[in-house]
């Protein structure tokens, strides 16, 4: 089992896809080696997708030279949020950084790797909101993201073929713990 004290962040932005395409491409087939659906298949365009927005991140963790997840993301547009539609009372800052994927692979889940490449990819946002989609068929997923400060708003399905997923929404800066575990 890998210690997340051996995983080395680097951070890329919008002008390197060129050179970490194939990278997150070879995680994912790794990551869904046994699970891949139809829509899975479609990942290539959603990484060019993404990839091609101004402001996209990404974050890669190595474990040597060993590419073993990836968080990715970039700013959503202003108004067109996925979140939006779910919420009635949007705060005054409703800028919003879209977390389009976490991926580990299997031999580096449940070490903290996925919490280590997520607040990652958050730190250096300026984003006051972060948003993401979570499948409803992997409950123990959502719940992850939940305990990360995520709160369901509602259900999206942004394609004929794809699962309805749970809209998460969270502060970008989750609260400060003290040692009771109250919020500080």
Not at 3 to 28: C, K, M, S, W, Y
Not at 93 to 114: I, N, P, Q
Not at 115 to 122: I, K, S, T
Not at 145 to 155: A, D, I, L, S
Request: proline content about 7%.
């Amino acid at each position: 089992m890998t210690n997340t004290a051996t995983i080395e962040l680097r951070h890329f932005g919008h002008t390197d896809l060129p050179a970490i395409r194939q990278t997150l491409l070879d995680v994912h087939a790794s990551a869904y080696a046994d699970d891949m659906t139809e829509f899975d298949e479609r990942f290539p365009w959603f990484v060019d997708h993404w990839g091609s927005r101004e402001g996209y991140a990404c974050v890669i963790g190595y474990d040597g030279d060993e590419p073993v997840g990836f968080a990715y993301g970039a700013p959503a547009a202003p108004g067109r949020e996925w979140w939006r539609e779910h919420v009635q009372d949007p705060p005054a800052d409703d800028s919003t950084f879209a977390v389009s994927e976490l991926m580990v692979r299997h031999a580096w889940r449940k070490t903290g790797t996925a919490g280590l490449l997520h607040e990652a990819l958050l730190d250096s946002r300026t984003e006051a909101l972060a948003v993401l989609l979570v499948d409803r068929e992997h409950p123990k997923v959502q719940a992850l993201y939940e305990e990360w400060g995520y709160e369901q708003v509602g259900y999206r399905q942004p394609f004929p073929d794809s699962p309805n997923f749970a809209v998460m929404l969270r502060p970008r800066r989750r609260p400060a713990r003290v040692q009771n575990g109250d919020t500080a």
